[in-house]
């Protein structure tokens, strides 16, 4: 199965802050997502990014959020004035193969805001 | 957006029992997967199976697309298999994946 790499893999923040988190595929997908997991809760959907643009996102992914794909192969989310309810586990998704293998998953980012 | 609902939400289990986990779902979909969360917090994907049976290794999962739910069967459960198990459907009308709450499994020696 494909791998997707994320970037850090734990990061600690002040709040105010401002975080990007990091991810590349394996391939040069146009189909990107965002998941935000909160400790103990289930996975949330944030954004979906198609093809440079966003093509969906979720109530939470309010002004204090973006995405972007800076050099066509890294994307990015950049969370701004970090709150301590943004600690969570954030994780990137590309539809690699869905005839095989559905979404894959990258290992996560988990953010700490202190 | 569609209603994804897991049980048990816990589940205890003594090495080497067998267990079945349970997925249902409130619309079609296109797409269903089953995950493990590790301890290290990762997603790993265990199947992708949006109808039909399939096995891999002590693992195996059925999804009855028409009846809508999915089923995960763990069998002779080991420690490492201990962690959240997450069941994420995509519907048909829509582009992404909706998770359920997981299930907490806990293996013990």
């Known amino acids: 199965e494909p791998e997707v790499t994320q970037t850090p893999s734990h990061q600690v923040t002040q709040m105010g802050q401002e975080v990007i988190l990091r991810c590349v595929p394996i391939?040069?997908?146009?189909?990107f997502y965002w998941y935000r997991q909160i400790l103990g809760q289930k996975v949330e959907f944030l954004v979906s990014?198609?093809?440079?643009?966003?093509?969906?996102k979720s109530e939470i992914f309010d002004d204090q959020f973006s995405v972007e794909r800076p050099d066509g192969s890294n994307f990015t989310l950049k969370i701004r004035s970090t709150k301590l309810e943004d600690s969570a586990m954030y994780f990137c998704?590309?539809?690699?193969?869905?005839?095989?293998?559905?979404?894959?998953f990258g290992s996560g980012t988990r953010l700490t805001v202190v | 957006g569609i209603q994804v609902e897991q049980s048990p939400p816990d589940l205890i289990l003594q090495e080497g029992a067998n267990s079945t986990l349970r997925c249902n779902f409130s619309?079609?979909?296109?797409?269903l997967q089953w995950f493990h969360q590790n301890p290290w917090g990762q997603l790993i994907n265990l199947f992708y199976?949006?109808?039909g049976t399939k096995q891999n290794g002590r693992l195996s999962a059925t999804t009855v697309a028409t009846e809508r739910y999915s089923l995960l069967y763990i069998s002779s459960s080991q420690t490492t298999d201990s962690g959240v198990y997450f069941c994420?459907?995509?519907?048909?009308?829509?582009?992404?994946?909706?998770f359920g709450a997981g299930t907490t499994v806990t293996v013990r020696a």
């Open positions: 998704a590309t539809p690699q193969d869905l005839a095989s293998y559905g979404y894959t």
């Open positions: 391939s040069n997908h146009l189909y």
């Open positions: 990014f198609y093809n440079n643009e966003i093509s969906e």
């Open positions: 619309d079609s979909v296109n797409n």
């Open positions: 199976i949006p109808s």
């Open positions: 994420a459907v995509e519907s048909t009308n829509d582009y992404k994946l909706s």
